[in-house]
């Protein structure tokens, strides 16, 4: 027999152990089963991000058109506000004339009972 300037112990042409070549085999193939499991994770993390971010677009969407929906209505209720200050003016002068009317009454209440005294004490004279 001469000796092999290889490194290698395999030879192309030797005969091989079976066992070892099946359990390669296995390896590989537990070994592709592990890689294919990680990138299909990977890939399923990735099409579940799109679906939040497609059911965030979706949300900020609709908010977004809340919020028009809620600043139009703002500034029609703005403007209904400001044809409605000179109306609220008179109602803040005409309640200002009732209160000064009703202290006027209760003055003149006042003075017509004092005058209805003073009237009943000379009429006892």
Same mark, same amino acid.
């Given at each position: %027999?001469?000796?092999?300037?290889?490194?290698?112990?395999?030879?192309? +042409? /030797? =005969?091989?152990? %079976?066992? @070892?070549? &099946? @359990?390669?085999?296995?390896?590989?193939?537990?070994?592709? /089963?592990?890689?294919? $499991?990680? +990138?299909?994770?990977?890939?399923? /993390?990735?099409?579940?991000?799109? *679906?939040?971010? &497609?059911?965030?677009?979706?949300?900020?969407?609709?908010?977004?058109?809340?919020? $028009?929906?809620?600043?139009?209505?703002?500034?029609? +209720?703005?403007?209904?506000? #400001?044809? @409605?200050? =000179?109306? +609220?003016?008179?109602? /803040?002068?005409?309640?200002?004339?009732?209160?000064?009317?009703?202290? *006027?009454?209760? #003055?003149?209440? *006042?003075?017509?009972? &004092?005058?209805?005294?003073?009237? #009943?004490?000379?009429?006892? &004279?």
């Amino acid at each position: %027999p001469t000796l092999s300037t290889s490194t290698s112990s395999f030879e192309a +042409l /030797d =005969p091989h152990d %079976p066992n @070892l070549s &099946r @359990l390669a085999t296995t390896m590989f193939q537990k070994t592709a /089963d592990y890689l294919y $499991g990680e +990138l299909t994770a990977t890939q399923e /993390d990735y099409r579940l991000l799109e *679906a939040m971010n &497609r059911a965030t677009i979706t949300k900020y969407s609709d908010m977004k058109q809340i919020a $028009g929906n809620v600043a139009r209505t703002m500034v029609e +209720l703005n403007e209904k506000y #400001k044809s @409605l200050q =000179p109306y +609220l003016d008179q109602i /803040d002068q005409i309640e200002d004339s009732v209160t000064k009317l009703e202290q *006027a009454a209760y #003055k003149l209440d *006042a003075y017509s009972k &004092r005058l209805e005294a003073k009237f #009943k004490h000379l009429e006892k &004279r």
